[in-house]
Protein backbone atom coordinates (compact mmCIF):
# COMPACT_ATOMS: atom_id res chain seq x y z
CA UNK A 1 0.00 0.00 0.00
CA UNK A 2 2.74 2.33 0.90
CA UNK A 3 4.46 1.72 -2.31
CA UNK A 4 1.09 2.56 -4.29
CA UNK A 5 1.08 5.14 -2.32
CA UNK A 6 4.74 6.37 -3.42
CA UNK A 7 4.22 5.52 -7.09
CA UNK A 8 0.82 7.96 -7.14
CA UNK A 9 2.80 10.64 -5.43
CA UNK A 10 5.54 10.24 -7.67
CA UNK A 11 3.25 10.59 -10.38
CA UNK A 12 1.71 14.00 -9.07
CA UNK A 13 5.16 15.44 -8.77
CA UNK A 14 5.85 14.34 -12.54
CA UNK A 15 7.33 17.28 -13.32
CA UNK A 16 6.47 17.29 -17.60
CA UNK A 17 2.89 16.71 -16.02
CA UNK A 18 3.72 19.83 -13.62
CA UNK A 19 4.82 21.56 -16.24
CA UNK A 20 1.73 21.00 -18.38
CA UNK A 21 -0.43 22.08 -15.51
CA UNK A 22 1.45 25.26 -14.43
CA UNK A 23 1.37 26.68 -18.47
CA UNK A 24 -2.75 25.04 -19.05
CA UNK A 25 -3.11 27.38 -14.96
CA UNK A 26 -1.02 30.42 -17.17
CA UNK A 27 -3.45 30.08 -20.37
CA UNK A 28 -6.26 30.45 -18.16
CA UNK A 29 -4.92 33.16 -16.04
CA UNK A 30 -4.18 35.03 -19.26
CA UNK A 31 -7.69 33.99 -20.81
CA UNK A 32 -9.56 35.66 -17.95
CA UNK A 33 -7.24 38.83 -18.12
CA UNK A 34 -7.90 38.75 -22.21
CA UNK A 35 -11.99 38.68 -21.82
CA UNK A 36 -11.74 41.77 -19.44
CA UNK A 37 -9.74 43.25 -22.02
CA UNK A 38 -11.57 42.21 -25.04
CA UNK A 39 -8.51 41.11 -26.69
CA UNK A 40 -10.34 39.25 -28.99
CA UNK A 41 -10.92 39.75 -32.81
CA UNK A 42 -12.85 37.88 -35.25
CA UNK A 43 -11.85 36.86 -38.47
CA UNK A 44 -14.11 36.13 -41.80
CA UNK A 45 -13.93 33.30 -44.46
CA UNK A 46 -15.95 33.40 -47.11
CA UNK A 47 -18.86 30.37 -48.07
CA UNK A 48 -19.39 30.38 -52.16
CA UNK A 49 -22.16 29.17 -53.67
CA UNK A 50 -21.62 27.00 -56.17
CA UNK A 51 -24.61 27.45 -57.73
CA UNK A 52 -23.46 31.44 -58.77
CA UNK A 53 -20.18 31.10 -57.95
CA UNK A 54 -19.91 33.65 -55.97
CA UNK A 55 -19.77 34.53 -52.08
CA UNK A 56 -22.53 33.80 -50.18
CA UNK A 57 -21.83 34.99 -46.70
CA UNK A 58 -18.67 34.58 -44.04
CA UNK A 59 -18.15 32.92 -41.10
CA UNK A 60 -17.05 34.33 -38.38
CA UNK A 61 -13.79 32.72 -36.90
CA UNK A 62 -12.63 33.92 -33.41
CA UNK A 63 -8.66 34.56 -32.73
CA UNK A 64 -7.18 36.09 -29.70
CA UNK A 65 -5.09 38.91 -30.33
CA UNK A 66 -2.23 38.27 -27.58
CA UNK A 67 -0.36 41.29 -26.25
CA UNK A 68 3.06 39.40 -26.23
CA UNK A 69 2.50 36.38 -28.33
CA UNK A 70 0.33 38.03 -31.33
CA UNK A 71 -2.90 36.38 -32.92
CA UNK A 72 -3.13 32.90 -31.14
CA UNK A 73 -5.88 30.09 -32.90
CA UNK A 74 -9.20 28.65 -31.74
CA UNK A 75 -7.20 25.14 -31.12
CA UNK A 76 -4.87 26.91 -28.70
CA UNK A 77 -7.48 28.74 -26.08
CA UNK A 78 -11.11 27.17 -26.90
CA UNK A 79 -10.15 24.50 -24.99
CA UNK A 80 -9.34 26.25 -22.06
CA UNK A 81 -11.88 28.58 -22.61
CA UNK A 82 -14.72 25.64 -22.21
CA UNK A 83 -13.11 23.95 -19.57
CA UNK A 84 -13.35 26.99 -17.61
CA UNK A 85 -16.43 28.68 -18.84
CA UNK A 86 -14.76 31.71 -20.09
CA UNK A 87 -16.06 30.32 -23.93
CA UNK A 88 -19.47 32.21 -22.51
CA UNK A 89 -18.66 35.66 -22.83
CA UNK A 90 -16.04 35.10 -25.55
CA UNK A 91 -18.55 33.64 -27.71
CA UNK A 92 -21.24 36.30 -26.73
CA UNK A 93 -19.06 38.53 -27.30
CA UNK A 94 -18.60 37.26 -31.05
CA UNK A 95 -21.99 37.02 -31.95
CA UNK A 96 -22.52 40.74 -30.99
CA UNK A 97 -19.63 41.34 -33.04
CA UNK A 98 -20.34 39.65 -35.86
CA UNK A 99 -24.12 40.76 -35.52
CA UNK A 100 -22.70 44.44 -35.75
CA UNK A 101 -20.92 43.77 -38.61
CA UNK A 102 -23.74 42.00 -40.56
CA UNK A 103 -25.41 45.12 -39.71
CA UNK A 104 -22.91 47.51 -41.40
CA UNK A 105 -22.79 45.00 -44.51
CA UNK A 106 -26.00 45.08 -45.03
CA UNK A 107 -26.09 49.14 -45.28
CA UNK A 108 -23.10 48.91 -47.71
CA UNK A 109 -24.41 49.77 -50.98
CA UNK A 110 -21.78 46.82 -52.60
CA UNK A 111 -23.00 44.28 -50.74
CA UNK A 112 -25.63 42.23 -51.49
CA UNK A 113 -28.58 42.24 -49.08
CA UNK A 114 -28.50 38.42 -48.94
CA UNK A 115 -24.67 38.10 -47.40
CA UNK A 116 -24.98 35.61 -44.62
CA UNK A 117 -23.00 35.38 -41.28
CA UNK A 118 -22.51 31.98 -39.13
CA UNK A 119 -21.16 31.78 -36.18
CA UNK A 120 -20.40 29.01 -33.99
CA UNK A 121 -21.86 28.17 -31.20
CA UNK A 122 -20.48 26.49 -28.17
CA UNK A 123 -22.47 23.66 -26.10
CA UNK A 124 -21.82 25.22 -22.91
CA UNK A 125 -23.50 28.29 -24.13
CA UNK A 126 -27.01 25.93 -24.59
CA UNK A 127 -26.91 25.51 -20.29
CA UNK A 128 -27.03 29.27 -19.89
CA UNK A 129 -30.71 29.31 -19.09
CA UNK A 130 -30.69 32.89 -20.54
CA UNK A 131 -29.35 32.36 -23.85
CA UNK A 132 -32.03 33.61 -25.94
CA UNK A 133 -32.77 36.19 -23.66
CA UNK A 134 -28.76 37.65 -24.62
CA UNK A 135 -29.68 36.64 -28.38
CA UNK A 136 -32.68 38.36 -28.59
CA UNK A 137 -30.81 41.85 -26.88
CA UNK A 138 -28.22 41.25 -29.53
CA UNK A 139 -30.81 41.04 -32.08
CA UNK A 140 -32.56 44.12 -30.98
CA UNK A 141 -29.12 46.00 -30.21
CA UNK A 142 -27.71 45.25 -33.65
CA UNK A 143 -31.03 45.57 -35.86
CA UNK A 144 -29.56 42.94 -38.00
CA UNK A 145 -31.82 40.97 -40.07
CA UNK A 146 -32.39 37.40 -38.45
CA UNK A 147 -32.77 35.63 -41.86
CA UNK A 148 -29.58 36.20 -42.54
CA UNK A 149 -27.87 35.13 -39.84
CA UNK A 150 -26.69 31.46 -39.50
CA UNK A 151 -25.37 30.07 -36.00
CA UNK A 152 -23.17 26.59 -36.70
CA UNK A 153 -23.84 23.43 -33.83
CA UNK A 154 -22.08 20.63 -33.08
CA UNK A 155 -23.25 17.46 -33.06
CA UNK A 156 -22.63 17.75 -28.77
CA UNK A 157 -25.59 20.22 -28.57
CA UNK A 158 -27.94 17.71 -30.58
CA UNK A 159 -27.03 14.76 -28.67
CA UNK A 160 -27.78 15.72 -25.39
CA UNK A 161 -31.57 16.00 -27.08
CA UNK A 162 -32.85 17.47 -24.23
CA UNK A 163 -35.95 19.48 -23.84
CA UNK A 164 -34.26 22.61 -23.17
CA UNK A 165 -31.95 22.69 -26.44
CA UNK A 166 -35.12 21.62 -28.42
CA UNK A 167 -36.92 24.69 -26.84
CA UNK A 168 -34.13 26.92 -27.65
CA UNK A 169 -33.71 25.67 -31.29
CA UNK A 170 -37.27 26.04 -32.08
CA UNK A 171 -37.36 29.77 -30.36
CA UNK A 172 -33.93 30.01 -32.92
CA UNK A 173 -36.32 29.22 -35.83
CA UNK A 174 -39.18 30.66 -34.88
CA UNK A 175 -37.11 34.44 -35.18
CA UNK A 176 -36.02 32.81 -38.56
CA UNK A 177 -32.28 32.20 -37.46
CA UNK A 178 -30.71 29.45 -39.67
CA UNK A 179 -29.31 26.58 -38.01
CA UNK A 180 -26.01 24.64 -39.35
CA UNK A 181 -25.12 21.20 -38.33
CA UNK A 182 -21.15 22.17 -37.82
CA UNK A 183 -18.51 18.88 -38.64
CA UNK A 184 -21.05 16.86 -39.92
CA UNK A 185 -19.97 12.90 -39.66
CA UNK A 186 -17.26 13.53 -36.64
CA UNK A 187 -19.98 13.57 -33.55
CA UNK A 188 -22.18 10.53 -32.97
CA UNK A 189 -25.75 11.86 -33.54
CA UNK A 190 -27.90 9.23 -35.24
CA UNK A 191 -29.48 10.05 -38.22
CA UNK A 192 -33.34 9.67 -36.42
CA UNK A 193 -32.25 12.76 -33.81
CA UNK A 194 -31.03 14.83 -36.82
CA UNK A 195 -34.45 14.80 -38.54
CA UNK A 196 -36.16 15.89 -35.71
CA UNK A 197 -34.28 18.86 -35.35
CA UNK A 198 -34.80 22.29 -37.09
CA UNK A 199 -31.47 22.23 -38.67
CA UNK A 200 -30.92 24.67 -42.27
CA UNK A 201 -27.74 23.13 -43.62
CA UNK A 202 -25.13 20.24 -43.11
CA UNK A 203 -21.67 21.65 -42.88
CA UNK A 204 -19.45 18.22 -43.79
CA UNK A 205 -16.36 18.36 -41.75
CA UNK A 206 -12.84 18.82 -43.68
CA UNK A 207 -11.74 15.41 -43.10
CA UNK A 208 -14.18 13.63 -45.45
CA UNK A 209 -13.90 16.56 -47.75
CA UNK A 210 -10.02 15.60 -47.60
CA UNK A 211 -10.48 11.75 -48.44
CA UNK A 212 -12.71 12.31 -51.09
CA UNK A 213 -9.59 13.31 -53.39
CA UNK A 214 -8.04 9.99 -51.98
CA UNK A 215 -10.96 7.86 -53.20
CA UNK A 216 -11.47 9.18 -56.38
CA UNK A 217 -13.99 6.29 -57.67
CA UNK A 218 -16.05 6.27 -54.77
CA UNK A 219 -15.23 10.06 -53.66
CA UNK A 220 -15.27 8.38 -49.76
CA UNK A 221 -18.61 9.53 -47.88
CA UNK A 222 -18.87 12.99 -48.92
CA UNK A 223 -21.82 11.72 -51.72
CA UNK A 224 -23.95 10.15 -49.12
CA UNK A 225 -23.85 12.62 -46.54
CA UNK A 226 -25.39 15.35 -49.64
CA UNK A 227 -27.65 12.89 -49.98
CA UNK A 228 -28.49 12.56 -46.30
CA UNK A 229 -28.98 16.67 -46.44
CA UNK A 230 -30.91 16.27 -49.99
CA UNK A 231 -33.71 13.88 -48.30
CA UNK A 232 -33.91 15.86 -45.32
CA UNK A 233 -34.48 19.15 -47.15
CA UNK A 234 -31.43 20.42 -45.72
CA UNK A 235 -28.50 22.39 -47.37
CA UNK A 236 -24.77 20.61 -47.54
CA UNK A 237 -21.87 23.00 -47.34
CA UNK A 238 -18.72 21.79 -47.77
CA UNK A 239 -15.86 22.84 -45.31
CA UNK A 240 -11.91 22.81 -46.10
CA UNK A 241 -11.88 23.11 -49.59
CA UNK A 242 -8.59 23.54 -50.76
CA UNK A 243 -8.19 21.88 -54.47
CA UNK A 244 -9.96 22.94 -57.98
CA UNK A 245 -10.23 19.23 -58.10
CA UNK A 246 -12.25 18.82 -54.74
CA UNK A 247 -14.56 21.65 -56.29
CA UNK A 248 -15.12 20.21 -59.55
CA UNK A 249 -15.86 16.90 -57.68
CA UNK A 250 -18.49 18.86 -55.34
CA UNK A 251 -20.43 20.20 -58.26
CA UNK A 252 -20.39 16.80 -59.69
CA UNK A 253 -22.04 15.98 -56.79
CA UNK A 254 -24.78 18.71 -56.48
CA UNK A 255 -22.95 20.43 -53.34
CA UNK A 256 -24.78 23.55 -52.74
CA UNK A 257 -22.15 25.52 -50.84
CA UNK A 258 -18.30 25.55 -50.28
CA UNK A 259 -15.36 27.05 -47.46
CA UNK A 260 -11.95 26.74 -47.57
CA UNK A 261 -8.51 27.85 -48.58
CA UNK A 262 -9.45 27.49 -52.30
CA UNK A 263 -11.15 30.80 -51.93
CA UNK A 264 -9.80 32.26 -48.79
CA UNK A 265 -8.11 31.98 -45.70
CA UNK A 266 -10.30 33.68 -42.70
CA UNK A 267 -9.56 37.36 -43.20
CA UNK A 268 -9.96 40.92 -41.04
CA UNK A 269 -13.11 42.32 -41.40
CA UNK A 270 -11.43 45.55 -43.17
CA UNK A 271 -10.59 42.95 -46.02
CA UNK A 272 -13.83 41.73 -46.53
CA UNK A 273 -15.19 44.47 -49.35
CA UNK A 274 -12.00 44.19 -51.33
CA UNK A 275 -12.52 40.21 -51.30
CA UNK A 276 -16.19 40.91 -52.44
CA UNK A 277 -15.28 43.16 -55.03
CA UNK A 278 -12.20 41.12 -56.36
CA UNK A 279 -13.22 37.93 -55.99
CA UNK A 280 -13.55 34.84 -58.97
CA UNK A 281 -16.86 33.32 -60.14
CA UNK A 282 -15.98 30.28 -59.15
P1 LIG B 1 -15.04 25.26 -37.52
O1 LIG B 1 -16.24 25.99 -37.04
O2 LIG B 1 -15.24 23.93 -38.13
O3 LIG B 1 -14.32 26.27 -38.51
C1 LIG B 1 -13.59 25.90 -39.64
C2 LIG B 1 -12.10 25.85 -39.36
O4 LIG B 1 -11.44 25.30 -40.48
C3 LIG B 1 -11.48 27.21 -39.14
O5 LIG B 1 -10.39 27.05 -38.22
C4 LIG B 1 -10.93 27.55 -40.51
O6 LIG B 1 -9.86 28.49 -40.50
C5 LIG B 1 -10.45 26.19 -40.94
N1 LIG B 1 -10.39 26.07 -42.39
C6 LIG B 1 -11.13 26.70 -43.30
N2 LIG B 1 -10.83 26.33 -44.55
C7 LIG B 1 -9.86 25.40 -44.43
C8 LIG B 1 -9.11 24.63 -45.38
O7 LIG B 1 -9.29 24.72 -46.58
N3 LIG B 1 -8.20 23.76 -44.87
C9 LIG B 1 -7.97 23.64 -43.55
N4 LIG B 1 -7.04 22.78 -43.15
N5 LIG B 1 -8.65 24.36 -42.62
C10 LIG B 1 -9.58 25.23 -43.06
P2 LIG B 1 -10.18 28.04 -36.98
O8 LIG B 1 -10.55 29.44 -37.35
O9 LIG B 1 -8.81 27.79 -36.45
O10 LIG B 1 -11.27 27.53 -35.95
C11 LIG B 1 -11.20 26.24 -35.42
C12 LIG B 1 -12.44 25.91 -34.64
O11 LIG B 1 -12.57 26.72 -33.48
C13 LIG B 1 -13.75 26.12 -35.42
O12 LIG B 1 -13.98 25.06 -36.31
C14 LIG B 1 -14.73 26.19 -34.28
O13 LIG B 1 -15.08 24.90 -33.84
C15 LIG B 1 -13.92 26.88 -33.21
N6 LIG B 1 -14.28 28.32 -33.18
C16 LIG B 1 -13.79 29.33 -33.93
N7 LIG B 1 -14.40 30.50 -33.61
C17 LIG B 1 -15.32 30.20 -32.64
C18 LIG B 1 -16.27 30.97 -31.89
O14 LIG B 1 -16.44 32.18 -32.07
N8 LIG B 1 -17.03 30.30 -30.98
C19 LIG B 1 -16.87 28.94 -30.77
N9 LIG B 1 -17.66 28.36 -29.83
N10 LIG B 1 -16.00 28.20 -31.45
C20 LIG B 1 -15.24 28.82 -32.38
MG1 LIG C 1 -18.00 26.42 -37.85
MG1 LIG D 1 -16.79 23.22 -39.20
MG1 LIG E 1 -14.42 21.38 -38.76
Known sequence: ????????????????????????????NDLRRAVAR????????????????KIAGFEALVRWQHPI???????????????????????????????????????????PDSLTISVNLSARL???????AQIDEILYETQVNPENLELEITETVIMENSHAVKTILQQLKERRIKLVMDDFGTGYSSLSYLHSFPLNALKIDKSFV?????????????????????????RAIAEGVETTEQLAQLRSLNCEFAQGFLFSKPIEQQSVLNLLTTAPQW
Not at 9 to 26: G, K, N, S, T
Open 1 to 28: RAKALGRARYHVFDPIMYQEAIQLLEIE
Open 38 to 53: QEFIVYYQPIVSLLTG
Open 69 to 111: RGLILPAEFIPVAEETGLITSINTWVLQSACQQLRLWQHHPAI
Open 126 to 132: FSQPNLM
Open 210 to 234: KRMQENQEDMGLVPAMINIADSMGM
